[in-house]
């Protein structure tokens, strides 16, 4: 295992900040691989990888590139156990160190905190408790951290860079298949024999937790398990 190092000292966050532009104009229609490599030789292991365990496809892609990356996988406390026994073959099949990342306080503790079930009543609030605040934690370390995120899956993705500044926790983040399409990504996990969560048969296109997604129906959008019913189509995590 290897030493992570300190947050990002201000003095090169402008310096990142400007290097993340550059790259996210240069590299706009590179193959994810040129795009993945130039963080690797550019952050080393400053860089880390975060995944919902919908699929292993970014896992598979970054521990290629840099064997042992750290994988940051948030907790929830309301994840389905197929979520949690993706994340453990991931960890098991692939060279990488696995951060489970988890919220200040239990189910148990919020519930007594800010009453049963926050999700149905301010799933926003309960987003930012138990996702985006614990990620948040996780990233500090590193410089830049990596995703699946793709332009087709929302329409709040549709402008996402391959590279990008991430202003909210200062540091770079690096979207290797933004432009792929959904054929794309299941053409390679296909062909690479991808680690995959079972429920993505079963009808979950898009995995969260388990109080606000369901499956969809045929033709439906992919997204529309997510809060299913509400305006809300996005955790907080890529905002």
Not at 30 to 35: G, H, L, Q, R
Not at 45 to 66: E, K, Q, T
Request: hydrophobic share 40%; net charge negative; proline share 7%.
């Amino acid at each position: 295992m290897y030493s992570r190092c300190v947050a990002v000292p201000p003095d090169l966050r402008d310096d990142y900040a400007a290097l993340a532009e550059q790259a996210a104009k240069e590299l706009d229609q590179s193959p994810a691989e040129d795009i993945l490599a130039w963080a690797v030789d550019t952050f080393e292991r400053d860089l880390c990888v975060a995944s919902s365990m919908g699929d292993a496809l970014m896992v598979h892609m970054v521990a290629r590139a840099l064997p042992g990356v750290s994988v940051l996988f948030v907790d929830t406390g309301y994840h389905f156990p197929e979520t949690l026994g993706t994340r453990d073959s991931v960890a098991a099949a692939h060279r990488v160190e696995l951060l489970a990342l988890t919220p200040r306080q239990t189910v148990a503790e919020q519930d007594s905190t800010f009453g049963p079930d926050l999700w149905s009543r301010d799933p926003d609030a309960c987003c930012g408790l138990r996702k985006v605040e614990p990620l948040a934690r996780g990233l500090e370390p590193f410089h830049a951290w990596v995703t699946g995120l793709r332009r087709d899956e929302a329409g709040t993705r549709r402008h996402g860079g391959v590279v990008e500044w991430d202003q909210k926790r200062s540091m770079v983040k690096v979207n290797p298949i933004a432009t792929w399409s959904q054929a794309k990504a299941d053409a390679y996990m296909a062909e690479n024999g991808v680690l995959v969560n079972p429920l993505a048969d079963a009808g979950y296109p898009s995995i969260g937790c388990r109080p606000c997604t369901r499956a969809v129906a045929p033709g439906e959008d992919p997204r529309s398990g997510r809060w299913s019913g509400r305006s809300k189509t996005e955790c907080g995590i890529h905002l």
